[in-house]
């Protein structure tokens, strides 16, 4: 037996989905203009993003105006559920409109939803007495932050001299692990950004000597501002953030799989197994760092030199070291260790107040990133003035 297939032409398909979507038309009727409701409004149509912002549009052109047209006919509408209840109740205002005809299946559903719509809750108003203590409030949560990092500075301390009495027991693959991933492998990304720097500062700075014919001072310029502030503070701001979220992220993960838990159920330490390996491992990288970077910088500030100005590498490199004392790199080799202790530190802070879910763990890396960088600046603006006579 021969059985006839019967299909639906493409414009027969195309005319079906344009009377099943929901939309609404504007007629004239006896007393005036009437809105209709058509097509199908359920959740699987209007879960169309570009239908729904169509459709919104829609009703917000049809309800402008200075008299816009009250009366709605929905007896049109092909399917209607909750949700398309929900947004035509919406538009509506949480209230009947005037002039409304529809079936009685349909007034069923919207006096379901006239009974389950709640207001939104107005948006609280705060007065000056509440002001004064949310700011007390977060004046409190500011010196809890402080007393509990305070806490883990003297947790470290206690770690390292345990550390120093029995080395052999130490975690000696944990800090060389982090020494590696902290130090080896940030060596790119700071080298490609200190050469930028030096060559962006050493053009800016080129288009000022020249208006004085102080060419020959560039070398003075690039090696004690790059050697002594730019170069260990660059490389702190990369650490902070590329090595602090990382440290941040990881502990706040060991936190939300329960394994901090677990360490402590089995009697290790976490301060002396991730804190104080982290911290070592970033005190110890980060001259290293600084100093590759320093290098970097004044290399692209040499090239760019004997681009703009003519003055060559050999007379670079000879006068640098008159230009630049000894006690500049001494001084921030010794703040970039600083800068790594604390960077260190405020990253293990957060990642162990990090609460079992992913939210929190995000904003413990945002917060820590942020802390770490308003820190170094912080202590970098401190390094400055106690040592403002020193090397200058």
């Known amino acids: 037996m021969n059985q006839a297939h019967i299909s639906a032409e493409p414009s027969e398909v195309a005319q079906i989905e344009c009377n099943a979507a929901p939309r609404v038309a504007q007629q004239m009727g006896p007393q005036g203009p009437v809105l209709q409701v058509l097509g199908h409004w359920t959740a699987a149509r209007l879960a169309d993003a570009q239908l729904w912002r169509g459709l919104q549009a829609s009703l917000k052109q049809h309800a402008g105006g200075t008299s816009p047209p009250t009366a709605w006919a929905l007896e049109g509408a092909q399917a209607i559920d909750h949700i398309g209840a929900q947004l035509l109740w919406d538009h509506w205002g949480h209230a009947w409109p005037p002039n409304l005809s529809l079936s009685d299946g349909q007034r069923a559903l919207f006096e379901r939803v006239e009974r389950f719509t709640l207001s939104p809750p107005p948006e609280p108003t705060r007065n000056l007495w509440q002001r004064f203590l949310s700011l007390g409030s977060s004046v409190l949560r500011l010196l809890e932050h402080l007393y509990s990092f305070i806490g883990l500075l003297g947790q470290l301390l206690l770690d390292t001299l345990r550390l120093l009495r029995a080395p052999a027991r130490g975690p000696w693959r944990d800090i060389s692990s982090h020494l590696f991933h902290f130090g080896a492998t940030a060596l790119p990304i700071t080298a490609l950004v200190g050469f930028l720097i030096g060559v962006v500062l050493a053009y800016l700075s080129a288009q000022q000597l020249k208006q004085f014919g102080a060419d020959a001072f560039i070398v003075n310029l690039l090696g004690v501002s790059l050697v002594r502030e730019l170069g260990p503070m660059l490389a702190a701001i990369l650490v902070a953030g590329r090595s602090g979220s990382a440290i941040t992220a990881q502990i706040g993960v060991m936190r939300v799989t329960q394994e901090l838990d677990a360490m402590r159920v089995m009697g290790i330490a976490p301060g002396f197994r991730l804190v104080m390996p982290r911290a070592l491992a970033l005190a ?28 060559s590498p050999t007379f670079f490199i000879n ?74």
């Open 284 to 311: 110890i990288a980060m001259p290293l760092i600084s100093v590759w970077t320093t290098v970097l910088a004044l290399l692209g500030g040499m090239v760019a030199a004997d681009i703009s100005l003519g003055i």
């Open 319 to 392: 006068a640098l070291p008159a230009a630049v004392e000894l006690a500049n790199l001494g001084l921030a080799t010794g703040k970039t260790v600083v800068f790594g202790l604390f960077i260190a530190l405020i990253a293990c802070h957060f990642g162990l107040r990090v609460e079992p879910n992913t939210e929190s763990l995000g904003k413990g890396t945002t917060a820590s990133v942020v802390t770490s960088i308003t820190v170094v600046i912080l202590v970098d603006a401190l390094f400055a003035i106690v040592f403002k006579d020193i090397g200058v």
